[in-house]
């Protein structure tokens, strides 16, 4: 059974920094692509960043380039989001997802098939 689960949100002040972590169980990464979303009351889910795990080649949503990284750690099947300069419009909870397999379109929710339960990040002004 794969399992997902996000760890590291809280509550920080515009220009701090914090690292979520994904850990992972249940899943081979090959072929697969692993993402982090987040989502904000009465929006739909919105797209942060993507990594391919084969390649480590990554992806970002406009709203976060330069600011957000998205890394892995293949020996402990970890996956990272790293948000430097957090802004309040950051605020959201964010969710860690895997795709089933390999995956053309990496922004839409819907090419991923597992999800963990999201952490809560709040960034003040």
């Known amino acids: 059974q794969v399992q997902l689960r996000e760890s590291g949100g809280g509550l920080v002040q515009a220009g701090d920094s914090l690292r979520l972590s994904c850990t992972t169980s249940?899943?081979?990464?090959?072929?697969?692509?692993m993402g982090w979303f987040r989502q904000t009351p009465g929006k739909e889910r919105e797209f942060v960043a993507a990594?391919?795990?084969?390649?480590?080649?990554?992806y970002y949503a406009e709203a976060v380039k330069g600011r957000f990284t998205i890394s892995r750690l293949a020996a402990r099947n970890m996956v990272y989001l790293q948000m430097d300069s957090l802004k309040p419009e950051d605020t959201a909870v964010y969710y860690c997802?895997?795709?089933?397999?390999?995956?053309?379109?990496?922004?839409?929710?819907?090419?991923?098939?597992?999800w963990g339960q999201g952490t809560q990040v709040t960034v003040s002004s």
């Open positions: 997802a895997a795709s089933a397999g390999i995956i053309t379109t990496t922004q839409s929710p819907d090419n991923y098939s597992a």
């Open positions: 990594i391919i795990w084969d390649f480590g080649s990554s």
């Open positions: 249940g899943l081979t990464f090959r072929r697969r692509t």
